[in-house]
């Protein structure tokens, strides 16, 4: 099992910035793929930005240039730092963990941009 915390969601404005964290514990594969997805209301979850073990990132069209995914392998968390921020990128933020054999979510956390 692998557990998956995420943290840093709130409300902001446009224009404004957030860094979500994701925590992974439990039995964690080293070799391992870290994502973030957003559900936006009346949308399906879609990805945001991944990132591999090795550093290798990959990002939704919309958020290039704005966000940037990031992680600490010593601490098995990935950060999602969000800047430049859009009433549009309002949602429930989902981190994900995948690997060998596992596929793991976490519970989401909020991000609500005002206008």
């Known amino acids: 099992q692998v557990q998956l915390v995420e943290s840093g969601g709130g409300l902001v404005q446009a224009g404004g910035s957030l860094r979500l964290s994701c925590a992974a514990s439990?039995?964690?594969?080293?070799?391992?793929?870290m994502g973030w997805y957003l559900r936006a209301p009346g949308k399906q979850r879609e990805l945001v930005a991944r990132i591999t073990s090795g550093g290798s990132t990959n990002y939704a069209d919309s958020v290039k240039g704005r966000f940037t995914i990031s992680r600490d392998n010593a601490k098995n968390t990935a950060y999602l730092q969000m800047n430049s921020l859009k009433p549009e990128d309002t949602g429930v933020y989902y981190c994900?963990?995948?690997?060998?054999?596992?596929?793991?979510w976490g519970q989401g956390t909020q991000v609500t941009v005002s206008s």
């Open positions: 439990g039995s964690i594969f080293s070799i391992n793929v």
């Open positions: 994900r963990q995948q690997s060998m054999g596992y596929d793991y």
